[in-house]
């Protein structure tokens, strides 16, 4: 297909602009329905409780309240708990988990009742006067603690706190660490996060009593999933059930990738009540009802030759489950699992992972999913093997990269699309000017004053666009890896583009309208993308997992070729000429020596449509869909270079420079290309220095508002430097990879060894996240005999 | 209670809660559901709207301390007359600003933003990247890491200084 590429590279303005900054943006709290009814969730403080009752009486009676429901009064609304579709073992343990608790609540946030209202104000007043007489049980928030002996129990009905253990070997582990040099060991603890879109949580549920039928508005990343998940879970025929993705949502970073009690709730609370009812999440109430993410404990044990060449790897990780399974939590480490020899080579590698309940909020895919965890872990661990056999920290990684190629195979067992990871860290390097900071370095440390610098390296590979569907399914995923587009030419010449991705702030419309455009060879402004309805656009598998450009923007590409395909026969069959001697470029076809006998897409549109002499066996109308299921992951790179200052006595971290040099493959807009990067950036660093989410023993969250829950600021920033190096994955046609995720999962090992680069010639060689002034503070003691 | 105010231009009065938020008022009352509440604590700044010129957190505001005051939201920072539809050709030059600079993905915190942004500049038209990050300090924005948010405030700078002085100083708020 021969496309002039007039708008594919360029940083077009983004369509979904005018209306975000004029106030005019679509999002679910501004929809109101008549009669609409609110709902209002009673939720425990407790970590672990027994319900010995529910009394919603004094709630019942209050003014505006229609109705006051608890956990056991709602148990016949349910076909099936909430979803969860990520069985990593065959013997993996999974608990029920109601919308609503019926008889224990095992996490501070559980509902235990619901209140519906006919405001919002005056369901959570009534919310207060429900009374609920709790058995207080011991909780137990930590991975460790939860699975030693005689902890408390998450779940009775199981043995211990074990959901599951995963684990994968490729080659002979033993023998690669027997005749190593060097083995270094280390354990790190991944924090929790929280995910922190900026736009909390939303459902409004509307029911047509008389027909069965079924609407559900809700602030999703995965309406077309959740519509297969609604329908199993509350017994409601699928055919029945349309929900609808906002057309602005604000933000998701995972925590909208999954299927929540209130939307299960709003659904039930619509059909029992005829009226549609609305629940919207305050901040804290999200804090604890939204997925976190992160919460493990990692070791990880590299063997390798005395000049840095690494042979082996082993990896065991804990991770938390939270107090039930979530929509894909299970299978978070397992993007991870084989990634933890990052872009390096080796013989062998094992790795193990053991999912633990905990009586906390659940976990699940948060912005890298598994992926920050693993690069972490192996960016952490490099920098210590440079210490150890006395190598420069760009040197090791250089020394291990794996070679450049197509379908390199990795020790971790997957074969990466496109591999050269020695261009990306020249250019990092080049960008630092490495050799001036390493002077300028040694003359600080040589002053001997207070503030002190260092630099940290992360050279990643990720994997993103989740696929092909066969591979999903050896590793038990329980859904395919495809997504789905619809390319259609109106009869006036524009175009719309149909697509399964459910864009919330990523800028598809945009994108997508660069892909069109440019295939068809009509202006950008003559696309429409609609997205996000499942009675619009009927399949998809959605946004999550860097997978929407790799996965749904290649079916666009691929539907533009066989409507240009198409277009090709009725324009042959209309000029009388065979199609081979049509020449196609820029939406104009034309007969090939005869430049002046042409026809252009707008024409052949309308031809189409009045499909008044058309080719045989053709139909009327040009459109064509496409569903993609690619052949493989992709696998995008890079290197992260981040320049700190410390102050030594008072432990403070001032990020000084932070450069990003990312391979994502070709670019279909530059500008949203580096956005993407500098958010993930922002995500990753907020991780090494600010947020952790921390419980006490009896389950309270302790950072329940964003008060105390350290979301950074501009003022915590520098601006970042981002360059790109340009690798074209082999995985499908337009050689593009996924650039969601990739800013945070290289940049939190980056800050984190920039602080330990610049404390080395005071013996520190760890601080963990998050690195707070105190943290770093009492490293620099401990590293110098005094006490932590 | 009853209260009286102009809301972007426009008189509104009425009887309202005591206790209604002023992010509620604006948003259920007046319909301007711009203004986007992200935390109600008083953190995030997604509420920003402007008092008599001046912003505000809405989510930390009751619509009865409004009374005899002017607001100003997001729908009125373009320069669309009073209660007429805002087009792309009305954007308000800190509006136009980031939208050139990708200042914006989901979008939500946006409109806050906006508001601080179109304050400060008035108060500070020259300002540097380091004042920038400081005067948004009070707003979170997930989506961007800030980067783009600082330099569409520097062009919105840019943008007002060309537009002349004229444009700027005759704000009679």
């Known amino acids: 297909m021969a496309t002039a590429e007039k708008y594919v590279g360029g940083g077009v303005p983004r369509k979904e602009d005018p209306k975000l900054l004029t106030g005019q ?102 919310a207060e006067l429900v009374e609920v007489d709790y058995e207080v049980l011991e909780a137990v928030v930590d991975v460790e603690a939860a699975l030693a002996d005689g902890a408390p129990r998450v779940h009775e009905s199981f043995d211990d706190n074990k959901s599951y253990t995963w684990a994968l070997t490729n080659g002979d582990v033993d023998a690669a660490f027997a005749k190593a040099d060097v083995v270094v060991a280390e354990r790190y603890t991944q924090p929790r996060l929280i995910p922190n879109a900026m736009e909390p949580r939303a459902v409004v549920a509307q029911s047509v009593p008389s027909t069965g039928d079924f609407t559900v508005w809700s602030t999703t990343q995965i309406p077309h999933v959740a519509k297969v998940l609604f329908a199993l879970t509350l017994g409601i025929p699928e055919g029945q059930i349309r929900v609808i993705a906002p057309p602005d949502v604000g933000g998701g970073f995972g925590s909208k990738l999954n299927v929540y009690a209130e939307e299960a709730l709003c659904i039930a609370l619509a059909r029992r009540l005829g009226k549609p009812v609305k629940w919207v999440a305050g901040r804290s109430e999200g804090y604890l009802a939204t997925i976190h993410g992160r919460d493990q404990v990692q070791e990880i044990e590299i063997a390798a030759t005395s000049d840095g060449k690494i042979l082996g790897y082993r990896v065991h990780i804990l991770a938390a489950m939270g107090a039930y399974l979530q929509l894909v939590a299970p299978g978070v480490p397992l993007l991870g699992a084989f990634l933890y020899c990052g872009c390096y080579g080796g013989e062998a590698y094992h790795f193990e992972c053991t999912g633990v309940f905990t009586n906390t909020t659940p976990t699940d895919a948060y912005r890298g999913a598994g992926r920050p965890e693993a690069t972490y872990a192996i960016e952490r661990v490099i920098d210590a093997l440079a210490r150890e056999v006395g190598v420069d920290a760009a040197e090791i990684r250089r020394r291990n990269f794996l070679p450049a190629g197509d379908m390199v195979q990795s020790p971790g067992g997957l074969a990466f699309d496109s591999a050269d990871y020695e261009p990306a860290l020249d250019r990092a390097l080049e960008l630092l000017d490495y050799d001036g900071f390493r002077s300028d370095q040694a003359e600080r440390r ?85 997205h996000g309805d499942t009675h619009v656009a009927p399949h998809g598998m959605n946004t999550y997992g860097s997978r929407s450009l790799a ?238 | 209670m009853r209260i009286a105010a102009r809301v972007n231009g426009l008189a509104w009065s009425g009887e309202v809660e005591p206790r209604l938020l002023l992010s509620d008022f604006l948003r259920s009352e007046v319909g301007l559901t711009g203004t986007h509440v992200g935390c109600e604590h008083g953190v995030c700044g997604a509420c920003t709207v402007q008092l008599d010129g001046e912003p505000v957190r809405a989510c930390l505001m009751f619509a009865v301390q409004v009374d005899g005051r002017e607001v100003t939201t997001v729908e009125g920072l373009a320069e669309a007359q009073p209660g007429e539809a805002i087009t792309v050709e009305d954007l308000h030059p800190v509006q136009r600003a980031l939208h050139e600079a990708h200042g914006l993905q989901c979008g939500f915190c946006t409109p806050g933003i906006l508001m601080t942004a179109e304050a400060f500049l008035r108060d500070n038209p020259t300002p540097s990247r380091e004042e920038i990050r400081e005067a948004v300090s009070g707003h979170l924005c997930r989506c961007t890491g800030y980067h783009n948010i600082v330099e569409g405030v520097a062009r919105a700078a840019e943008l007002l200084a060309a537009d002349g002085p004229a444009a700027h100083d005759d704000d009679d708020r």
């Open chain 1, 25 to 126: 943006g679509q999002f679910l709290e501004g929809l109101t329905l008549p009669g609409m009814l609110h709902a209002a969730l009673v939720r425990s403080p407790h970590g672990s409780a027994r319900i010995n009752s529910v009394d919603v009486s004094a709630a019942a009676a209050a003014e505006g309240v229609v109705a006051a429901l608890s956990g056991a009064d709602l148990a016949d609304e349910w076909a099936a708990g909430l979803p969860m579709a990520w069985p990593v073992t065959d013997d993996i343990r999974i608990p029920d988990h109601w919308p609503v608790a019926q008889d224990v609540v095992r996490y501070v946030g559980d509902a235990v009742a619901v209140v519906v209202a006919t405001s919002r104000n005056a369901a959570l007043d009534a």
């Open chain 1, 446 to 530: 040589a002053g001997g004053g207070r503030r002190q610098t260092g630099v940290g390296f992360s050279s990643y590979v990720e994997i993103c666009g989740l696929a092909p569907s066969q591979v999903l399914a050896s590793l038990k995923y329980g859904a395919g890896g495809w997504d789905a587009a619809t390319v259609r030419m109106l009869p006036t010449g524009k175009a719309e583009v149909v697509t399964g991705s459910s864009p919330h702030g990523q800028g598809h419309v945009t994108s997508w309208s660069q892909i069109a455009a440019d295939a068809l060879g009509i202006p950008y402004e003559d696309v429409t993308v609609l």
């Open chain 1, 551 to 788: 996965v749904a923007g290649v079916a666009v590409h691929n539907a533009c070729g066989r409507v240009v395909d198409k277009a090709r026969g009725l324009a042959a069959h209309l000029l009388e000429v065979a199609p081979e001697d049509l020449e196609y470029e820029a939406g104009t076809f034309s007969v090939k020596g005869v430049p002046d006998r042409t026809k252009s897409m707008p024409e052949l549109a309308f031809a189409a449509w009045t499909a008044h002499s058309l080719p045989e066996d053709s139909e009327p109308g040009l459109e064509a869909s496409c569903v993609y299921d690619p052949p493989n992951f992709t696998f995008p790179f890079g290197t992260h270079v981040a320049v700190v200052e410390v102050d030594t006595e008072t432990g403070a971290v001032d990020l000084v420079r932070y450069i990003a040099v990312d391979d994502c493959g070709p670019v279909i807009n530059p500008v949203i290309v580096d956005g993407q990067v500098h958010g993930g950036v922002a995500q990753g660093i907020a991780a090494a220095l600010y947020e952790e989410a921390t419980y006490a023993e009896d389950g309270t969250l302790e950072t329940a508002s964003m008060v105390n829950y350290l979301v950074p600021s501009a003022a915590e920033f520098p601006s970042f430097e981002t360059d790109r190096t340009v690798t074209p994955s082999t995985s499908n046609p337009m050689g593009v990879k996924g650039i969601g995720e990739a800013g945070t999962i290289g940049s939190a090992p980056a800050v984190i060894n920039a602080i330990v680069d610049a404390l080395s010639h005071l013996g520190v060689t760890d601080v963990p996240m998050p690195a707070s002034p105190e943290r770093v503070w009492r490293a620099i003691r401990a590293a110098q005999g005094g006490e932590e």
